[in-house]
């Protein structure tokens, strides 16, 4: 049966008179409509795209009994362990100065606890990390120097997190903003020329020809040069979501990220937002984010579409009303937003979920997708509220059209 969310207010103003505006139960309303996308199987388990390598583990000890949040962790300690995924963990794209710093949060939905860190160095699990700050403190967040000393107290390994391509990739993104500091070569090198010099699509030619040649004299290899010089000249940001549901019902979530490449030291970003990176109330799902971090913490995103559940909203509209506060918050300017990218992962109670982002592709020809597990682990594409791509912020403004065309 589809219930409306008029019917499914008005049902609740009834109940709530009937039951008294105290009763807890009144919190955890939920409508029972499904949508495209829903199995409806128990378990299931949702995630960002670079969870789905290590989904089926984390599924088959879901489904084996295991506690949702532990299976939620299993399958974001896989990119956070990952050398080559530059938005989490060890490997991680650096804050301006060439330093990893890590944020995560965690929800478990059972005993209704959370747990977060935000700019930790050193250490490269952090989302099991804002679990034992749930498990071993009475906190919610620690933040920074204190957050690492906690993980070390606890037993988490110092290690360096700067992997040797993230570091060449961060030197060619000094090197890129040469003209505007002094790191990189200077006035005497025999390239440099005044900024307008020649026409803007022949010094863009340059500029990503002269970006190739760096990478190449830093060592990166040949295949991964034109990936290096786009994650310069374009500041990925990269995160992982999970959220579980197993087949009493019980709901937990967790993300974690190295946030904004080439950020300021300090910066936190949404993931380790309770509310904003990651929501999760036992009585009503789950919802967790990867973008925009500053735009999605405006919108306290995750909540917003919890509560948008709890109202009576079906997955799909609760994540959509929530990236339509995002669009409102720039007066529907699409010549910002199209600098925002956002994708949210909202998982109900009930099994049903869905993926939504602001725009359909992060880039031309690159769909956001959200990665299931319900029995059978896929990848699916993301219900989108705008078409087209997004374009990465801080953006490189001027690159001409058929100079980008023709790098990619
Ligand atoms: N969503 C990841 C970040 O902005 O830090």
């Known amino acids: 049966m589809t219930v409306s969310r008029r019917d499914f207010l008005g049902t609740a103003v009834v109940g709530s008179l009937s039951l008294g505006l105290l009763d807890p139960k009144g919190y955890g309303r939920v409508s029972k409509t499904n949508e495209a996308g829903s199995s409806g199987k128990l378990p299931i388990m949702i995630s960002a795209h670079n969870g789905l390598a290590y989904l089926d583990d984390a599924y088959a000890f879901l489904a084996s009994g295991g506690d949702t949040l532990d299976a939620a962790l299993r399958v974001v300690k896989g990119p956070e362990d990952d050398p080559n995924d530059t938005s989490v963990g060890l490997g991680g794209l650096p804050n301006e100065e060439g330093v990893v710093e890590l944020d995560a949060c965690c929800m478990h939905g059972p005993t209704r606890r959370a747990g977060s860190v935000g700019g930790v160095r050193n250490i490269k699990n952090v989302s099991l990390v804002s679990k034992a700050v749930m498990n071993h403190t009475g906190h919610v967040m620690l933040v920074g120097e204190g957050a690492e000393r906690f993980a070390v107290a606890v037993g988490f390994p110092r290690e360096n997190l700067l992997t040797d391509h993230s570091r ?62 786009h994650k310069v000249l374009f500041p990925p940001t990269g995160t992982i979501h999970c959220s579980a549901l197993n087949t009493k019902g019980e709901v937990s979530g967790c ?154």
């Open 255 to 408: 993300t974690t990220t190295s946030g904004l490449a080439y950020k300021l030291p300090g910066r936190v970003g949404d993931s380790p937002v309770i509310g904003a990176g990651c929501y999760t109330d036992q009585d009503v799902g789950s919802a967790g984010a990867t973008g925009s971090g500053e735009e999605n913490i405006k919108v306290a995103g995750a909540h917003t579409i919890v509560e948008n559940m709890r109202r009576g909203m079906s997955p799909q509209e609760a994540g959509m009303d929530t990236l339509k506060r995002i669009v409102r918050n720039y007066n529907n300017d699409m010549n910002k937003l199209r600098f925002v990218d956002m994708t949210y992962y909202v998982l109900r109670k009930d099994g049903a979920y869905a993926g939504v982002s602001l725009w359909e592709s992060y880039e031309p020809g690159k769909p956001h997708t959200i990665a299931v597990h319900d029995g059978t682990k896929r990848s699916e594409k993301t219900v989108a509220l705008l078409p087209g791509a997004s374009v990465d912020f801080p953006a490189t403004p001027r690159v001409p059209a058929e100079v980008m065309k023709e790098f990619k």
């Open 168 to 229: 060449k990739i961060w030197l060619l993104w000094k090197e890129y903003h040469s003209t505007q500091d002094w790191w990189g070569p200077g006035l005497a090198d025999p390239h440099w020329q005044a900024p307008d010099a020649k026409p803007q699509s022949e010094l863009w030619q340059e500029r990503f020809r002269r970006l190739e040649e760096h990478a190449a004299d830093f060592g990166i290899a040949p295949e991964l040069r034109q990936e290096a010089v």
